[in-house]
């Protein structure tokens, strides 16, 4: 990638595809608290599978590799993030006591560089 935008924009959507399933199927979504019995759950243990994991990958390849387009205010967020997705997909093969929780301030910061045509 050539600028902060252009990384920011890749992460962005990467983070809005994740957001959409957890708000969807998660354990807080709406068909979660009204049908604990439905399928959601099965569906949210499949999408965290085949694309939350693998787009959180992505997202920290890419922060590795254009390091250098990653602002510096966005440092503590970036490190927050990677503990966060490090400690989700542990905690997919083996249930943690506790792990970073996602950290909004990372999607702002996101938001905040991105560019939307």
């Known amino acids: 990638m050539e600028t902060t935008?252009?990384?920011m924009t890749f992460v962005s959507g990467l983070l809005r595809q994740n957001h959409h399933y957890f708000k969807r199927y998660?354990?807080?979504?709406?068909i979660a608290?009204?049908?604990?019995?439905?399928?959601?759950?099965?569906?949210?243990?499949?999408?965290r599978l085949d694309t939350l994991l693998p787009n959180n990958r992505a997202i920290l390849r890419?922060?590795?590799?254009?390091?250098?387009?990653?602002p510096r205010e966005m440092a503590e967020a970036v490190l927050l993030f990677t503990d966060h997705a490090k400690g989700y997909e542990q905690n997919q093969y083996g249930r943690l006591d506790h792990y970073q929780m996602f950290p909004e301030e990372f999607?702002?910061?996101v938001e905040k560089w991105a560019k939307y045509e």
Request: glycine share 8%; aromatic share 6%.
């Open 26 to 30: 998660g354990p807080r979504s709406e």
């Open 62 to 70: 890419a922060l590795e590799v254009n390091a250098g387009l990653v």
């Open 5 to 7: 935008e252009e990384l």
């Open 33 to 47: 608290a009204s049908d604990p019995g439905s399928s959601a759950h099965a569906v949210w243990t499949a999408r």
């Open 107 to 109: 999607a702002q910061f």
